[in-house]
T-cell receptor
């Protein structure tokens, strides 16, 4: 009965490969997010979807493409992986109201070699 | 200027003392503020939310908000070794869909 679940937990791959991370939430929230946490622990927003519609697209390379098939799912596909993509990627969800906090998944640690 | 700023620490506090964590934000339109705790290798977990000026208490934790000074703080009373973690301050800005995080403060409670 995990609230926000993402898979895989670990991803080790070589430069140039393409990989995907999947996220699902069962909290009934209407907004989902992808955050990237670098080695210095800084959490930076990448994308946000509200009811399957992209509403936030920060300055992220085009190699990153989010997809939301429905409001309970948000996936992240990364093309042509680079060393600098190594980080922990967190999926999160919330209601789209001002007082609604984020609920995080357990994170996916991506290592590009 | 970063949108949400925190002192990175580490902040070292003796067990049983009060730990005080501070955060400033730049977006005057920010409406809500959150404190998350993150243990190493784990995901952030919500400790406190605060939306109005003043203090909000929950157990050993007190969040304080001063919108005029654009300042948010978290006090942890009777600090325990299990409180040792990174504390992340976050604000939901004038664009209600976006939650911005500070870089976090590492807190270490020494026995």
């Amino acid at each position: 009965d995990t609230a926000v679940s993402q898979t895989p937990k670990y991803l080790v791959t070589q430069m140039g490969n393409d990989k995907s991370i999947k996220c699902e939430q069962n909290l009934g929230h209407d907004t989902m997010y992808w955050y990237k946490q670098d080695s210095k622990k800084f959490l930076k927003i990448m994308f946000s979807y509200n009811n399957k519609e992209l509403i936030i697209n920060e300055t992220v390379p085009n190699r990153f493409s989010p997809k939301s098939p429905d409001k309970a799912h948000l996936n992240l596909h990364i093309n042509s992986l680079e060393l600098g993509d190594s980080a922990v990627y967190f999926c999160a969800s919330s209601q789209g109201t001002y007082n609604s906090p984020l609920h995080f998944g357990n994170g996916t640690r991506l290592t590009v070699t | 200027q970063k949108e949400v700023e925190q002192n990175s620490g580490p902040l070292s506090v003796p067990e049983g003392a009060i730990a005080s964590l501070n955060c400033t934000y730049s977006d005057r339109g920010s409406q809500s503020f959150f404190w998350y705790r993150q243990y190493s290798g784990k995901s952030p977990e919500l400790i406190m939310s605060i939306y109005s000026n003043g203090d909000k208490e929950d157990g050993r934790f007190t969040a304080q908000l001063n919108k005029a000074s654009q300042y948010v703080s978290l006090l942890i009373r009777d600090s325990q070794p299990s409180d040792s973690a990174t504390y992340l301050c976050a604000s939901r800005g004038s664009s209600a869909s976006k939650i911005i995080f500070g870089s976090g403060t590492r807190l270490s409670i020494r026995p």
